[in-house]
């Protein structure tokens, strides 16, 4: 350590000065309850944590190098929810792939007009989870107009909003960071009484807490320096096996190594950590529910709990979403991985509709996401507004004519195009279905809107297969046991998945990218592996769509001069 403060060093300042170790700590001022410290126009350098203040520390035209992978900035604010972190106009180096940033335990970080090196790792301040977490208060990391030398990463984007009081960046300043307990340029007297400081007592964080069990209705008690336990938190442990899993750019992973994420088993110490290990890596997404799940499910464990660790998580999650969604109002697959086909908007496995009912929910604060922050409202309410002009403009039109969607659109021209080797351009059976549903949830739907879903409809309607039926049939013949076929059967419907562009007829692909006229025409492998007929628009056409027309119909204004 070059400097270190303990409890009873209630203010400090420091100007001009070079701090530098060989390991972490450098700069250690350590008075959690009644801290207020103030860094200018300095250089700090060292190994893990070397700028480790706990209370309230402002830091101004402040130089960062970092020799330590793991992190260079922490923070302990566990005593009051005010204490904070804040470093304005200060530059970050070091050695290839440092991390910015960790914390233990409750913690809160302002980054503002910061620069960052170019070999800084694409990694959030995160949480170092041999601490206790921020379970009480939540994660609370905020960034504005900070920038990367080469290129700017997404999680360091602007979210001051969503802190708490949404402070604007210019009222960031050391008065503001000492909320009237200390004006250390004016030499006001204070104006909020400072808590007494732990001077001679213990170091309350002296050791680690012991992990809690991770049990679905278990209650973690952080018990510090044998101390009576400070607060008693409920665990969720699917939710928390859910915040392992989300990565630091905010969203998840539906498999990793080629196994698909699940959370209804218990991990191994090796697993949770080699899960931690894996929080930068570039392969979040919306397919197959990844993402969307877990929103929903961690502000419900919120709802249940009051573990203000999983509303954060959500936000998180949901802040992802907003960053995600492209300038034309679609969602990639992916984000950002833009590899492939994973840039195209996705309609396919209803992955952009997924994420648009969230943030319409989000807009609502309906359907278990009233709890997030009030904040989401607006930025949610213009992504989905945004988010139904990217469907109407994607909708095809077939000779001057509005019928359907393809599982995927270029997000510039809004064209179909291919993904997989059997999905090619086409119009889907499916996806359609779920965005008409969509557009039909819409509240005073426009007239571009009405003749959207008027249109599809009728589409689906036109290009129903009546007369057969889809079945799995035992043949022993086969490796399941079993062929997937196309049987004629008296009053059944059922859709492809896939429709030719021109001439609405039924096709079916294999891995050879060929459009063929009959299921049985493709490969076994994939006749029985993909969806390629179904009875998904049958409830729509049947049941949904009449009842939308006749809400429109009863809340339609009568013409001028008609009978009431």
């Not at 320096?225 to 400070?230: Q, R």
Request: glycine share 8%.
């Amino acid at each position: 350590m070059a400097l270190r403060t303990m409890p009873g060093t209630t203010r400090l300042v420091v100007k001009h000065c070079t701090f530098r170790a060989l390991g972490g700590d450098t700069v250690s001022p350590w008075d959690v309850d009644a801290g207020l410290y103030y860094f200018k126009d300095c250089t700090l350098e060292g190994g893990v944590d070397f700028y480790c203040p706990r209370g309230w520390a402002y830091a101004e035209n402040c130089r960062f190098i970092c020799h330590n992978p793991n992190a260079a900035i922490w923070h302990d604010g566990s005593s009051d929810e005010d204490s904070k972190t804040v470093l304005k106009n200060c530059s970050f180096e070091g050695d290839a792939g440092f991390k910015l940033g960790r914390f233990h335990r409750e913690a809160q970080f302002y980054l503002v007009n910061c620069t960052f090196a170019q070999n800084m790792a694409d990694a959030d301040i995160y949480w170092a989870q041999s601490g206790p977490g921020a379970k009480q208060w939540g994660r609370r990391v905020y960034y504005h107009n900070n920038h990367r030398k080469g290129g700017d990463y997404v999680w360091f984007s602007n979210n001051l909003s969503s802190a708490k009081n949404a402070p604007k960046a210019r009222n960031i300043n050391a008065d503001w960071t000492f909320g009237g307990r200390w004006y250390p340029k004016s030499g006001r007297p204070a104006t909020v009484p400072l808590k007494p400081s732990n001077l001679g007592g213990p170091d309350k964080y002296s050791t680690a807490p012991k992990p809690a069990a991770k049990s679905a209705d278990a209650t973690a008690t952080a018990s510090v320096g044998g101390a009576t336990p400070v607060a008693a938190v409920k665990v969720d442990s699917v939710a928390e096996r859910m915040m392992l899993y989300q990565r630091t750019v905010g969203g998840w992973p539906k498999m990793v190594n080629n196994i698909k994420v699940k959370y209804d088993h218990p991990m191994t110490v090796a697993e949770e950590a080699a899960t931690r290990d894996d929080a930068g890596r570039n392969d979040a997404t919306i397919d197959n529910e990844a993402t969307t799940r877990e929103i929903r499910y961690l502000a419900g464990a919120y709802k249940a709990t009051g573990n203000a660790a999983y509303k954060a998580a959500a936000e998180k999650g949901i802040r992802y979403l907003l960053r995600m969604q492209q300038r034309t109002g679609g969602f990639p697959q992916y984000y950002p991985d833009s590899s492939s086909y994973r840039h195209y908007i996705t309609y396919n496995d209803n992955a952009m509709v997924r994420a648009l009912q969230v943030l319409r929910d989000v807009s609502r604060r309906t359907n278990g996401l009233d709890v997030v922050d009030a904040s989401l409202v607006e930025p949610a309410t213009q992504a989905v507004a945004r988010g139904i002009a990217c469907i109407l403009k994607t909708q095809y039109v077939q000779k001057g004519k509005l019928t359907a969607w393809c599982a995927q659109h270029d997000e510039k021209t809004f064209q179909p195009v291919k993904a997989r080797a059997f999905e090619l351009p086409s119009l889907s059976g499916m996806e359609t279905v779920y965005i008409v549903q969509f557009l039909m949830d819409t509240e005073n739907p426009t007239p571009a809107i009405k003749k959207s879903v008027d249109a599809a409809v009728a589409w689906l309607d036109a290009v129903k297969i009546t007369g057969y039926t889809i079945k799995d049939q035992p043949d022993p013949k086969q490796p399941k046991g079993f062929d997937r076929v196309i049987l004629p059967e008296a009053g059944a419907t059922i859709w492809a998945r896939f429709y030719d562009l021109q001439t609405n007829q039924p096709i079916y692909v294999g891995r050879d990218s060929k459009p063929r006229p009959k299921l049985s025409d493709i490969e076994y492998e994939r006749r029985t592996g993909y969806a390629y007929a179904g009875v998904w628009p049958a409830k729509l056409l049947s049941r949904d769509y009449p009842r939308w027309q006749q809400k429109l119909n009863s809340n339609a204004t009568p013409a001028p001069g008609s009978k009431p």
